[in-house]
């Protein structure tokens, strides 16, 4: 009995410092990455730069938008904003995604959200998911006429864009084995797909101070490997996506903590970009 008690005791230190660590991080301020990125699109690489912003705040988890009122009920989330640029040839395009997952992965194993929205010259796309308690309530609008405006329902799955958040607050958290999951949404609007739970295999390759994260679709010409960080706050390093028309590929280049990115708005702050290798937008 007393054997048993001091490893309840033991275990219950643990979880208490893994959240304590998570708190003291996540909670000092935002965290912003900068990657170089090789984007593949129309059968070529094109080169660009990707950002992403990890901050939290508190959500509501009914309503699901950020909790502004001190209205309940409510969780701490981790939230991703991951922004995309680069030129296909004479053309741009900007992609955003921004994903909600609750800190506490016991009682919110899912994201509660995510939002992706694509804009180039040809038009603008938008598409979104909330989770609901069959699964995930979705919708999309598009320039295309064969995608555009749906409403619709998918069962309990996986989510790709909410795998780098998991990772980020626990990574012995992320599936392995046989998976059901919904590819990211930048997958399916560039290779005007539809919208699905497809079949994959996942697992976790721990090698000394760098660990490998890899998705392997079986029913879709997809691989998305993650390279990070053993130990906390597991970095993001760099990831790959495989695909038929080419690999996609991103490297970590810059990173800075504890900003306070949201009050650093006026013209002389714009020399603080430098600090992301990104450059000021030119007069």
């Not at 309503?63 to 209205?71: I, P, Y």
């Not at 626990?170 to 699905?196: C, D, K, M, W, Y």
Request: hydrophobic letters at 35%.
């Amino acid at each position: 009995m007393r054997s048993l008690l001091c490893l309840y005791l033991v275990f219950t230190a643990t979880l208490n410092l893994a959240a304590n660590e998570i708190r003291d991080y996540w909670f000092s301020g935002a965290e912003i990455n900068r990657y170089e990125l090789t984007q593949t699109r129309y059968g070529a690489a094109h080169p660009g730069h990707v950002e992403f912003i990890f901050v939290t705040e508190p959500f509501l988890t009914e309503a699901q938008v950020k909790n502004e009122n001190g209205t309940s009920p409510s969780t701490d989330v981790l939230k991703l904003n991951a922004l995309r640029t680069f030129n296909t040839g004479i053309y741009s395009y900007r992609t955003m995604s921004s994903t909600f997952q609750p800190i506490d992965l016991k009682t919110f194993p899912h994201s509660l959200k995510t939002n992706t929205s694509v804009q180039d010259w040809c038009g603008q796309y938008f598409q979104q998911f909330n989770k609901t308690s069959k699964g995930w309530r979705g919708e999309i609008r598009s320039y295309f006429q064969s995608e555009a405006d749906q409403d619709f329902e998918l069962g309990n799955a996986w989510i790709e864009d909410a795998i780098w958040l998991k990772l980020r607050l626990n990574p012995n958290e992320l599936p392995t084995g046989p998976i059901q999951i919904i590819p990211s949404a930048l997958h399916t609007r560039f290779t005007h797909t539809p919208v699905r739970i497809e079949t994959a295999t996942a697992e976790r390759i721990i090698d000394g101070t760098q660990s490998h994260y890899l998705i392997h679709y079986q029913s879709i010409n997809r691989e998305l490997q993650i390279s990070y960080d053993s130990a906390f706050p597991h970095i993001i390093r760099s990831w790959k996506e495989r695909e038929a028309s080419g690999t996609t590929k991103a490297v970590l280049t810059h990173r800075i903590m504890n900003s306070e990115y949201w009050s650093e708005h006026s013209p002389q702050d714009a020399a603080k970009r430098k600090k992301l290798g990104l450059a000021p937008i030119p007069n």
